[in-house]
């Protein structure tokens, strides 16, 4: 006889647990992440590499109490990930997300921007970075990876 357990069956031996996380550790750790965010650094990586580092960042806002400005960040820097993939279509659902969550952060529509100029969306880019630089006027905006 064949046993066949149901694929939504939850296997209590997985040995994967969860702990809440206060919302001041969830914020230093995001810190951390996002510290050292330079996007050549992205490029340097290899994809499996950036697609860890994009779970991870999925996990801490999933698992975390974070204010609205840090899940705004993290969303970004998971954006700029998937840009630094060539994975436009996710890179921009990355920053729509993020805009949505704290709509006055420039350098998410700087980002969005870059994001729609690459998949040839240009008249949606230039509003994208309209926006940036209507929130922003004297930051860098364009398609420098900010």
Known sequence: ML???????????SGVFRFPVDRELSEQESSQ????????K????????????????????????????KKAELWREIGRLYDANQEYDRALACFDKSVA???????????????????????DAITSF?????????DQIGRAHV
């Open 42 to 69: 992205y490029l340097q990586l290899t994809a499996e590499e950036r697609n860890h580092k994009i779970l991870q960042l999925k996990d801490l806002i999933t698992e975390s109490e974070l204010t609205d400005l």
């Open 130 to 138: 309209d926006k940036a630089v209507e929130i922003k006027p004297d």
């Open 3 to 13: 046993f066949r357990s149901s694929p939504d069956f939850y296997d209590w031996r």
């Open 101 to 123: 969550i704290k709509p006055d952060f420039p350098k998410a529509w700087n980002n969005r921007g870059i994001a729609l100029d690459d998949l040839g969306r240009y008249e």
């Open 33 to 40: 992440i996002i510290g050292d965010a330079d996007y050549s």
